[in-house]
């Protein structure tokens, strides 16, 4: 309940409010209009650089499901030491450890600024990290977020920053796809927690194919549509997704290759650090794509066709695959086509006529129906956003 690492999973009565909640201790909590989270920087430009990776037997880099084995790779490969511009880097600490004590400066929604003291909280590193010039403090996610709490790298800068004498670096990985996303952060004034400042950003892929416009036209062209989603003439149907970001549907298929018999609700909700009801929205939109099925009531699992998803081992192949999947539903293929002749994508109102025109969604209330129009259009950025050669 009051572990938040992005505002997606802050309680509704909570967000509402406008309410954050700090740990201070092992057992006490503030609660307040703090500003917790720092919002990640766009990746849509961030162009990855293709590092070659050793092989081994005990490191699968096609099925990299936890946070461990995405730091692992992200060492061998020496991506980290490219991205620090430093030499010699191995892991020297990481789990959870007590805070201890200090105090610390925090801003606040409607202005000023409370004064904060931690005493002894936990707090848990996912990758600690030295070499000849710096300490390095590693928070990784395994799933795409559009913001993370800033306490993930503050308080174990803070414990450590006490003791050590080497400067400290601070870094935020996200990892989906055979793709990872680095951030370097600062903080500016030390006991301020929201002086944080991003340094740096780069992009790194294990593999060196690249996705062009062409790639993408004619996988459309190709493709027949299958499904047209009409709740008029079908029973049984997926529900309509409202699930914006694709990059959350791949995340969430290598979480699961891990776990052949599937995951629990609970568990999907951990992983992808939202509330409940959120987190359900990408096992729904799995399920339409035909990447996830349920094998009983509050348990995911991957289809036949996520498994050779995940056979594919270039991410460009990956990426184009889930277009595919995308193309066998009429409406992405109808609206794809509609937006290359018009040159850029419709509006949510001309989304909206398109979707009651093909009865997508049962009832077709109006407030859901712009929901789910808000994710068609955003699958439709991100199949224009597919190509990255240069």
């Known amino acids: 309940m009051t572990k938040h690492d992005s505002i997606d999973g802050v309680p509704a009565p909570l967000k509402e409010r406008g309410l954050n909640i700090l740990a201070i201790s092992r057992s006490a909590y503030v609660l307040g209009d703090f500003e917790v989270f720092e919002a990640l920087p766009d990746t849509t430009d961030m162009r990855p650089e293709f590092r070659d990776i050793p092989t081994y037997e005990t490191l699968d880099i096609d099925h990299i499901s936890s946070e461990s084995n995405a730091i692992n790779a992200l060492v061998i490969s020496d991506i980290l030491d490219d991205f620090l511009g430093e030499q010699d880097t191995v892991e020297t600490f990481n789990g959870r450890m007590g805070t201890g004590d200090f105090d610390f400066e925090i801003a606040r929604h409607g202005g000023g600024h409370s004064h904060i003291e931690v005493n002894g909280a936990q707090l848990e590193i996912d990758g600690g990290f030295e070499n000849w010039q710096s300490v390095i403090i590693m928070e990784t996610k395994n799933v795409l977020h559009p913001d993370f709490n800033v306490r993930q790298l503050y308080y174990p800068y803070r414990k450590y920053s006490a003791f050590v004498r080497k400067p400290i670096r601070l870094l935020f990985s996200q990892y989906t796809n055979l793709t990872y996303h680095l951030f370097e952060y600062e903080f500016q004034d030390p006991k301020d927690y929201s002086s944080i400042r991003l340094v740096r950003k780069k992009a790194y892929t294990f593999e060196d194919s690249r996705i062009s416009a062409d790639d993408v036209w004619y996988m459309w062209n190709g493709e027949k549509v299958i499904f047209d989603d009409d709740r008029s003439k079908h029973d049984g149907l997926p529900p309509f997704p409202q699930a914006d970001k694709v990059e959350r549907i791949l995340s969430l298929v290598e979480f ?17 650090g939202t509330v409940e009801r959120q987190a359900a929205y990408y096992p729904s939109a799995g399920i339409y794509l035909g990447l996830f099925e349920k094998p009983k009531p509050g348990t995911t699992r991957l289809t036949d066709e996520a498994w050779n998803l995940l056979k594919l081992r270039n991410r460009s192949d990956r990426l184009l695959r889930v277009a595919q999947l995308m193309f066998r539903h009429k ?34 209330s109006e407030s859901m129906l712009y929901r789910r129009a808000q994710t068609v259009i955003a699958w439709l950025r991100w199949l224009f956003e597919l190509p990255d050669e240069e």
């Open 331 to 364: 409406i992405f293929h109808d609206l794809y086509g509609k937006t290359l002749k018009l040159g850029y994508v419709p509006d949510k109102n001309d989304v909206v006529a398109v979707m009651v025109e093909m009865n997508v969604i049962e009832g077709n």
């Open 256 to 272: 699961l290759s891990g776990r052949p018999d599937g995951a629990a609700t609970d568990e999907i909700t951990e992983f992808m």
